[in-house]
């Protein structure tokens, strides 16, 4: 009867320390060198379940997955990422991860001497540094892919009245939201135009900080845009707004508006034999790729909470002694979008 080796503890405790280490390495070189949460940042796992998987190929993927749960827990408890954050990369994290670890093991079995497995971990760990200080040299964020999501809305209401009530009266959305989403990401509060004119400033208020817009279309009753100049964050313990965190996050000021930046938003009210037609019309910028995964996530999010806003201003002009709140069946995915649903 042929008995199981047994493996002694402190291999595998080797195996997943070295790892997050060197989650650890890569992570801090992205902060350095990356302007955008590109696919060179989100490919870290390979290189760390290639090490786990070298180091301790009788359970590589307990070992990765070990050393992944362990880097994450660093990255949100020293208040580098926020949980929802992680929450949201995780499917595209994993698989990243396994493979990793496939080839890890793969690489230990077909290399024998212990010399050459290390220069094999050593040389993967410097092809991650290198992919990414490459993708931070090269990338540009200002040619990252442009997004437009659009809704429109029939209000009884004639258009006078649809434009005073997003100009002259806050919009408010009652902050009852679920716990988990409360440690994870901003909140929205109210919009208020404070100065309604060309030129005049719109300001955003939010579970972690303000953002403050410029009106760049006044044609009352007809039409109304504005962009975003700037930002104020204060983030709570675990919960990360990506959004305009440049003097305050990571060691480059380049890293703005990490996941996307809001280019211009857009109302537009028609007249219609019924009261008034109400479009509105997002344009952003997203710097989270890969596309075969944040692209479609984030178009989604963003267009089904430019309904849930018209709905929510329908709400505000039909019935505008009752307690505005988003619908409940909306509450998560209005969130996801938070600031920019505005």
Not at 39 to 62: E, N, Q, T
């Amino acid at each position: 009867m042929e008995l199981t080796p047994t493996i002694p503890p402190s291999t595998f405790r080797k195996a997943v320390s070295v790892a997050i280490g060197v989650a650890v390495a890569l992570y801090i070189a992205a902060c350095c060198f990356a302007k955008s949460y590109g696919m060179a940042f989100f490919s870290i796992p390979i290189f760390v379940g290639f090490v786990a998987g070298v180091l301790f190929p009788v359970r590589p993927y307990k070992a990765s997955f070990y050393a992944l749960l362990g880097a994450l827990g660093i990255a949100i408890l020293s208040f580098r990422e926020g949980v929802v954050c992680v929450l949201f990369s995780l499917p595209l994290l994993v698989p990243l991860l396994l493979v990793g670890a496939y080839a890890g093991s793969t690489t230990e079995r077909h290399v024998k001497t212990r010399r050459a497995r290390d220069a094999s971990i050593v040389s993967m760990v410097l092809l991650g540094f290198a992919w990414l200080i490459c993708d931070g040299v090269t990338d540009d964020p200002t040619l990252h892919p442009v997004h437009v999501a659009e809704a429109e809305l029939s209000i009884a209401a004639p258009p006078e009245d649809v434009f005073a009530a997003l100009t002259t009266r806050e919009l408010r959305v009652e902050s009852r939201w679920p716990w988990f989403l409360r440690i994870g990401l901003p909140m929205p509060d109210r919009m208020v135009v404070e100065k309604p004119e060309l030129g005049g400033r719109v300001r955003f208020d939010f579970s972690q900080g303000t953002a403050f817009a410029r009106i760049r279309t006044w044609e009352p009753p007809y039409g109304l845009s504005y962009g975003i100049d700037r930002y104020k964050i204060r983030d709570l313990p675990f919960h990360i707004t990506r959004l305009g965190r440049s003097p305050d996050y990571g060691f480059r000021r380049e890293r703005v508006e990490d996941w996307l930046t809001v280019l211009d938003t857009h109302y537009t009210l028609v007249r219609t034999g019924s009261g008034t037609l109400l479009r509105r019309r997002v344009v952003w910028q997203r710097h989270l790729s890969p596309d075969v995964y944040f692209g479609w996530l984030q178009q989604a999010v963003m267009e089904r909470s430019q309904v849930r806003l018209l709905e929510l201003v329908r709400e505000r002009i039909e019935n505008p002694r009752a307690k505005v709140t988003l619908p409940a069946r909306s509450k998560v995915e209005a969130s996801l979008v938070s600031l920019p649903s505005f």
